[in-house]
């Protein structure tokens, strides 16, 4: 990507984009949040929704702003006629001193699309973040959505990785275990291994937003003191083939819709035991909690699938590379 193609040209607001104002705007924020994503929405997407209604209706922002990291506090709305019928939420993460920011909810009502309004949103929201000082910027946006994707595209966004999301619940493997392979607890031991999978498979980009604390995985009384301060329970399960140590299954709970799995694993393993691990697991997990599972997408997408998971969606994780740009 050459310096020139994310050079933000002066950009002139037009009047009908403004702030969003959280006291004036998240009713209708939510109504065409709700609009433009029904086709996608899940259980924790309606509950989002929700939040954000809840939230508006009640009125308190300043004495205690919702508990949700994602609640849009910050952003752009676009008006016509006084109708709100674009937006786009800026969610920071405050990371000591810096601030991280993801570019979420950029929803335009069916009736005005194709007129630049979602551009233009994003334009400004480009040059708030420029003016703030270049914070890291993301976006996630579904690989199916050609538009959004050219859209962002044009604007300099960079495609940096896709990741898939997983649905399953928990079952008995199908197959008898290969005959050299071993499922068992996890052992301290395992840690060092796991650990250097993790990170492998779920790298710094990525953990912040899924979110993924591994201190929060690591054996040992730390993480149990962590728990006792509101942290999620998890349990872990090893695969071993012939003495070797192939894989790490960790489970956590969640308030969420599902609890989440995370698999450990060498990258090129193509085929990770998650069936075998799954069905050890199983007996100690509850039948009617969902799990999710996010991977790499591509990744070992076979075996995840024997495990009797489906792929939710798989988004494209995208950057505007600040550090090339004028
Ligand atoms: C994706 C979405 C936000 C785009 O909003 P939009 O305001 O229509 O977007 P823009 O008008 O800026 O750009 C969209 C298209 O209109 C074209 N366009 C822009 N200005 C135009 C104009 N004046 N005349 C005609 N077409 C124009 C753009 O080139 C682009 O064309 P393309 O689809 O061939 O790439 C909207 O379709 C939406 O709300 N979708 C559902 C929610 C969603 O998917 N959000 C994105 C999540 S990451």
């Not at 433009?36 to 209604?53: E, W």
């Not at 019928?85 to 920011?101: A, D």
């Not at 949103?121 to 538009?147: F, H, I, M, P």
Request: hydrophobic letters at 45%; one cysteine or more; aromatic letters at 8%.
């Amino acid at each position: 990507m050459s310096a020139s193609a994310t050079h933000l040209p002066a950009f002139t607001r037009p009047t009908n984009l403004r702030p969003f104002d959280v006291r004036r705007d998240l009713l209708a924020v939510a109504d065409l949040v709700e609009l433009c994503f029904a086709p996608t929405l899940d259980s924790d997407g309606y509950q989002y929704i929700r939040q954000m209604r809840q939230a508006a209706r009640a009125g308190h922002w300043l004495a205690s702003p919702p508990a949700s990291l994602e609640a849009p506090l910050m952003g752009m709305v676009w008006v016509e006629d006084g109708v709100l019928v674009g937006n786009l939420s800026l969610i920071p993460q405050y990371l000591g001193s810096r601030t991280r920011y993801l570019i979420a909810n950029v929803a335009v009502h069916p009736d005005y699309r194709g007129h630049g309004i979602a551009s233009q949103l994003t334009r400004a929201a480009l040059e708030d973040v420029r003016n703030r000082g270049r914070a890291e910027t993301w976006l996630q946006v579904d690989q199916t959505n050609a538009t959004a994707i050219e859209l962002y595209t044009r604007l300099g966004f960079v495609e940096k990785v896709r990741r898939t999301s997983w649905r399953g619940w928990p079952q008995t493997a199908a197959e008898a275990l290969a005959p050299s392979l071993r499922i068992r607890k996890r052992v301290d031991a395992d840690w060092a291994m796991q650990k250097a999978w993790l990170d492998a498979m779920y790298p710094a980009d990525v953990r912040w937003h899924l979110p993924l604390k591994t201190s929060t995985l690591r054996p040992g009384w730390q993480a149990s003191l962590q728990r006792l301060f509101g942290d999620p329970r998890s349990m872990h399960w090893s695969a071993t083939q012939d003495k070797h140590l192939r894989a790490v299954l960790s489970w956590q709970s969640s308030t969420l819709e599902a609890d989440r799995l995370w698999l450990a694993a060498d990258p090129h393993d193509a085929q990770p035991p998650l069936a075998d691990l799954l069905a050890a697991a199983s007996r100690q997990l509850r039948r009617e909690r969902k799990l999710a599972l996010n991977y790499p997408a591509g990744l070992a997408a076979e075996a995840i699938q024997a495990a009797g998971f489906s792929a939710l969606r798989t988004l494209i994780w995208m950057r505007y590379p600040w550090e090339v740009s004028a």
